[in-house]
């Protein structure tokens, strides 16, 4: 077919109301970035990836299941569901597995909203939640933060309607660290009403240092609690978008119903098989995360001293204005993090080395 150059208006073959709808950003590929600058390498602090390299065992575990990679996974995940049973003391048939923790919430939200209902939520919080609720049909509600940038829990509590069907709590809260405390998190479960879907999105659980933050897992006799994890972060398996639920049989039933068929893959499986084998090493990493987090942090606040403590392996600049000249500053030093255009920026923990290069190009465009 001749491309004659002409072309009439496309006829409309999308939803119209996706157009308004953010792109979902990822980090920048710090080797589009070297190529930019003539640097042998740069740095990325932009996706909160943990940079210790892949646990042990994983690769190998990895590398025999792609043998059989012209095979279909098992689509029920049975030894690794079984394999965090155990771990969290929970039975299996509470467990859903699916594609890192943001995919299974999307699945949470087809399987509790119809269009018009209501998906509740912290903003600033995660970015992925608006597009898992647009693209699902629902209602977007946004409470906003606290001034300690965090999750104003009696507001949303307020905010609960009779249109309400899920609520997210992000906790430790991405992008600004911040955690919901055990007596504030009582009062919200209580306030809410119990045909109300509550799902703790603790992404970042394993770098909770605060004995005041409640693992989620203590308010499964809640039916209506629901609480996401992932591999992807303190268990190294980004690469391999791998997360798990933890449910009322009933929810977790209902998740495995409407879960994209397959979507747990083979490699994935095997590498978070190996990964769960290594739970010492896991500590031992996260250890050295939180210590160069407070390091980070303490040396922050000489130049923006609201820097909010943070729970998670990242750290929050609440920078408003300035975020983008901040990210834009960092980068011509070889430091990729990740601007929220007139709120703040997040910078991932890394290597000592890594975080050295980023309080120096923090220094250079604060000071």
């Known amino acids: 077919m001749t491309d004659t150059g002409r072309h009439e208006p496309p006829l409309r073959l999308t939803r119209a109301d996706l157009d308004a709808l953010p792109n979902y950003v990822p980090g920048r590929s710090p080797a589009d ?19 210790y390299g892949p646990l042990p065992g994983v690769v190998e575990a990895v590398a025999e299941a792609v043998a ?14 079984q394999a965090l049973a155990e771990r969290h003391g929970v039975h299996p048939d509470r467990i859903a597995t699916g594609c890192g923790s943001v995919a299974l919430a999307e699945h949470l939200v087809r399987a509790t909203c119809l269009p018009g209902d209501e998906l509740l939520y912290s903003w ?4 992925a939640y608006p597009i898992i609720a647009a693209t699902s049909g629902a209602t977007s509600v946004r409470v906003p933060n606290d001034a300690g940038h965090g999750h104003d829990l009696q507001a949303m509590a307020a905010a ?27 009062r919200f479960l209580d306030a809410v009403g119990e045909d109300v879907l509550v799902v703790i ?5 394993e770098f909770v240092t605060d004995a005041e933050v409640p693992d989620g897992l203590t308010y499964l006799d809640r039916p209506n609690v629901v609480v996401l994890r992932t591999l992807s972060k303190a268990w190294g398996l980004a690469g391999l978008r791998i997360g798990f639920l933890v449910a009322a049989p009933e929810v977790a039933a209902a998740v495995r119903k409407v879960v994209t068929p397959f979507s747990t893959s083979m490699a994935a499986q095997a590498g978070a098989l190996a990964a769960l084998a290594q739970a010492d090493e896991v500590q031992r990493r996260c250890a050295l995360v939180v210590a160069e987090r407070d390091r980070v942090t303490e040396a922050l606040r000489k130049f923006v001293p ?8 990242f750290v929050w600049l609440p920078l408003g204005d300035r975020a983008v000249g901040f990210g834009k500053a960092c980068e011509a030093r070889g430091v990729i993090v990740r601007p929220f255009p007139g709120d703040g920026v997040r910078v991932t923990i890394g290597t000592p080395a890594e975080n050295d290069a980023f309080l120096a190009a923090a220094e250079s465009a604060l000071a």
């Not at 609201?306 to 392996?313: I, K």
Request: charged letters at 25%.
């Open 68 to 81: 059989g990679s012209h095979r279909y996974p098992d689509m029920g995940v049975v030894a690794l569901r």
């Open 33 to 51: 970035l070297a190529r930019e600058l003539g640097l042998p390498e740069a740095i990325k602090l932009a996706s909160n990836e943990v940079p």
């Open 124 to 127: 600033r919080s995660f970015e």
């Open 201 to 205: 999105d603790e992404a970042y659980r």
């Open 160 to 186: 609960v309607t009779d249109r309400t069907r899920m609520v997210l709590v992000c906790n430790p809260n991405n992008p600004t660290g911040t955690a919901v405390r055990k007596a504030e998190l009582d």
């Open 306 to 313: 609201d820097v909010p403590a943070s729970q998670a392996n």
